[in-house]
């Protein structure tokens, strides 16, 4: 599965009276602890890679993310298995593995259509809406990313306000 | 946890009269099929090491082993997380490691106390007798050896019979 995702800054203050206009039902609200590893054998900054624990209420779930496959959106394949948290940060420890760092989120999900709409406020870095396709077929890409500037110019989102750099990163302080 | 296991050949027919006349309860049968995984950045057959997904019967579980922590058991850590198999694969695939073999086997699963029996057929390699006491201090790694000892002794096999080569090892070739 590769997920088509566009990602910028915005107050969900005037998010969400326009997500309301448009009939998004909200389908979940998520607090979401992130723990993302460092490989000892690979630079994943460079690689442009991700390995992470997500732990929500919990659950926990094991995603790796592979190199974004454009250059506007964050589109990328992610693989994802549903883990024992505590053991499988053990197990990529005793690999050799370590942490690079932590991102804490509240993430409030709407579904508006085939669109998975994200409101993410994250701790210390402020308010985000995320935009989200999943797709089957890269030959899909290029109509999906389109569908998903089509939805953010409802919001007066263009392009130009796409953000790729993650969370993780900008935790971090790099810059894209 | 660390696992206190040793393991030896043993013709299971000679094998069932005895653990019957001990009284031990059979608690499970189960068809295991274990894929091994060497990582890109260290040889786990040097580090005594391994990463394995083991399969059985629609659930799967991911287990890494550290190395052994004495010269006549098979003692060493276990750590076991519940995934999804497939995802699971691919994701070890995409950080770049390769699968290292694969072990099929029938395990028969027994309880004697506090001591469990596995009675393992395994493909291409014949029938073994594995005895396992799970500890959770490094300080009675040993008595617990000496129990398993003690008990195997029961079944006429003492420690120059114990075998610390893995079933993945004999599969592949090596000698130990």
Known sequence: MIEVEVK???DHSKIRPLLEK???????????SDTYFSAPYRDFANTDEALRIRSLGGQAVLTYKGPKLDKVS??????????????????????GFSEAGAVRKKREIFRAGEVIVCL?????????????????D???LESSREKLFEFLSQFGVDEKDSIRTSYLEMVLGKKN
Do not use: M, S, Y
């Not at 990328?76 to 053990?90: F, G």
């Open 8 to 10: 910028v800054r915005a």
């Open 22 to 32: 448009i009939g998004a039902n909200k389908i979940g609200v998520e607090e979401q």
């Open 138 to 140: 890269e030959k899909d």
């Open 74 to 95: 964050k589109t990328r394949e992610e693989l994802e298995t549903p883990v024992d948290e505590a053991t499988t940060a053990k197990i990529f420890r005793a690999l």
């Open 120 to 136: 993410d406020a994250v701790e210390g870095l402020g308010e985000f809406l995320e935009v989200e396709l999943d797709v089957e």
